[in-house]
């Protein structure tokens, strides 16, 4: 069961982009064991196969699928792209990083309450 009450965790993962492979993720600091939860064809929820809690996000072909389905997205990776592949040495992209986090998580509650029909351990998206 996911335990959606962990989704705030994502605030605090580290956004990685594979350009060769247009593929976006978002993973904690410390890698976890996790399942990937097919969100139908959008994107792959990483969860704690134990304890349910969110522990990461994949999207695959994230510009040439993804953002183009949801261009209210593609404003903020514009801003943040050019500071996936450098160490965050500024408070600009610290704050940049965060909005867009917040922004990402946003999106992502938003989605999964809309599209209930992967819930299918049987949680209730209260969010």
Known sequence: ??????????????????KDEDTFFLRPEKPRPATSVDWDGEFWLRVDPESGEVVGLEIEDFETVF???????????????????????????????EAFLRIILEFLQTFLRKNPQQASFGAILAH
């Open 1 to 18: 069961q996911i335990d959606y009450d962990t989704m705030n965790n994502i605030k605090s993962f580290t956004p990685v982009y594979h």
């Open 67 to 97: 953002l183009k389905k949801h261009p209210e997205l593609a404003s903020a990776w514009k801003e943040v792209k050019p500071l996936c592949h450098r160490k965050k040495s500024h408070s600009y992209e610290e704050t940049t990083w």
